[in-house]
C-alpha cells in the first residue's frame, strides 16, 4: 500500500520561475526567478455544480484584485475572463483546471502568475506591467502570497456559504472596461460597443447598437491596449 497522502484543500505550490507557461488563447507567460509569483492551488469545490464553474474564476480573480487594490488602487481591474489588468497593462493571469466528476467538480487546480519585482521584459510578452514598475519598490513575495490567499480563501467561502450574487456583483463591479464605449473584434469584424455584463455561466455581454450580443471565450477580441 501507498503512505502517499492526498493533497489536502487549499494546498500552495510554488514555481520559482515559469517560461512559456499556459495562458489563455496561447499567450506565453515569462517570469523571471525569483522575482514574481507564480503558484498553483488546490481546491475541491464540491459544492459548486459544474454549470457554475465560472463562480471560481470569479472569487479567485476578486481575491487577487482585492488583495492587490491596497498597494495599487482602483484602476486594478479584471479583464474577462480572467486576467488582472492595471490600466491596460496585465499584471498577471489565471489558469483554472477543473477535474469534474458526474455534475460535481471534483478537483480545481488554480495556476496564478502575477508580476511582482520584475522589471525587464522580453518584447514578445505583449503588454506586462509589475507592481515594481508601478510603484518603484520591491515587495516580499510570501507577504503578497498570504494575502492573495487569504482574499481568495473569503471569496471561495462566500461561494460555499451559496452567496453566489456577492461574488458575482463584486466582479462585475471590479471588470475592466465595464460601460466604456470600445471597439472590439469578433467574427472577423470589428464592433462597437460596451461591456455591460457577464452572465451566470461566464458569457460576455456586449452592447451594441444592434442590442445585446453574448460572446465566450476566444469569440471576442479586446483591441484596447
Given at each position: 500500500?501507498?503512505?502517499?497522502?492526498?493533497v489536502s484543500?487549499?494546498?500552495v505550490?510554488?514555481a520559482?520561475?515559469?517560461?512559456?507557461?499556459?495562458?489563455q488563447?496561447?499567450?506565453?507567460?515569462?517570469?523571471?526567478?525569483?522575482?514574481?509569483?507564480?503558484?498553483?492551488l488546490?481546491?475541491?469545490?464540491?459544492?459548486?455544480?459544474?454549470?457554475?464553474?465560472?463562480?471560481?474564476?470569479?472569487?479567485?480573480?476578486?481575491?487577487?484584485?482585492?488583495?492587490?487594490?491596497?498597494?495599487?488602487?482602483p484602476?486594478?481591474?479584471?479583464k474577462?475572463?480572467n486576467?488582472?489588468?492595471?490600466?491596460?497593462?496585465?499584471?498577471?493571469?489565471?489558469?483554472?483546471?477543473?477535474?469534474?466528476?458526474g455534475?460535481?467538480i471534483?478537483?480545481?487546480?488554480i495556476?496564478?502568475?502575477?508580476?511582482i519585482?520584475?522589471?525587464?521584459?522580453?518584447?514578445?510578452?505583449?503588454?506586462?506591467?509589475?507592481?515594481?514598475?508601478?510603484?518603484?519598490r520591491?515587495?516580499d513575495l510570501?507577504?503578497?502570497?498570504s494575502?492573495?490567499?487569504?482574499?481568495?480563501?473569503?471569496g471561495?467561502?462566500?461561494?460555499k456559504?451559496?452567496?453566489?450574487?456577492?461574488?458575482?456583483?463584486s466582479?462585475?463591479?471590479?471588470?475592466?472596461?465595464?460601460?466604456?464605449?470600445?471597439?472590439?473584434?469578433?467574427?472577423?469584424?470589428?464592433?462597437s460597443g460596451?461591456?455591460?455584463d457577464?452572465?451566470?455561466?461566464g458569457?460576455?455581454?456586449?452592447?451594441?447598437?444592434?442590442?445585446?450580443?453574448?460572446?465566450?471565450?476566444?469569440e471576442i477580441?479586446?483591441?484596447?491596449?
Amino acid at each position: 500500500m501507498s503512505n502517499t497522502k492526498p493533497v489536502s484543500e487549499g494546498t500552495v505550490i510554488m514555481a520559482d520561475s515559469q517560461y512559456a507557461g499556459r495562458g489563455q488563447q496561447q499567450n506565453r507567460w515569462h517570469s523571471e526567478p525569483g522575482k514574481n509569483l507564480t503558484f498553483s492551488l488546490l481546491l475541491r469545490p464540491v459544492f459548486l455544480p459544474v454549470t457554475q464553474q465560472f463562480d471560481l474564476t470569479r472569487a479567485v480573480s476578486l481575491g487577487i484584485v482585492n488583495a492587490l487594490r491596497p498597494y495599487l488602487g482602483p484602476e486594478l481591474k479584471v479583464k474577462w475572463p480572467n486576467d488582472i489588468y492595471y490600466k491596460n497593462a496585465k499584471l498577471g493571469g489565471i489558469l483554472i483546471e477543473n477535474l469534474l466528476q458526474g455534475a460535481q467538480i471534483k478537483n480545481a487546480i488554480i495556476g496564478i502568475g502575477l508580476n511582482i519585482n520584475q522589471e525587464i521584459f522580453p518584447a514578445e510578452a505583449g503588454n506586462p506591467v509589475s507592481m515594481k514598475q508601478i510603484l518603484h519598490r520591491d515587495y516580499d513575495l510570501k507577504i503578497i502570497l498570504s494575502e492573495i490567499c487569504k482574499n481568495i480563501e473569503t471569496g471561495y467561502l462566500n461561494l460555499k456559504a451559496g452567496r453566489f450574487e456577492t461574488v458575482r456583483k463584486s466582479y462585475l463591479e471590479r471588470l475592466y472596461l465595464l460601460n466604456e464605449d470600445k471597439i472590439f473584434k469578433a467574427g472577423g469584424r470589428l464592433l462597437s460597443g460596451k461591456i455591460v455584463d457577464v452572465r451566470t455561466h461566464g458569457p460576455l455581454v456586449l452592447a451594441t447598437a444592434d442590442g445585446l450580443s453574448e460572446f465566450n471565450q476566444k469569440e471576442i477580441e479586446f483591441l484596447t491596449k
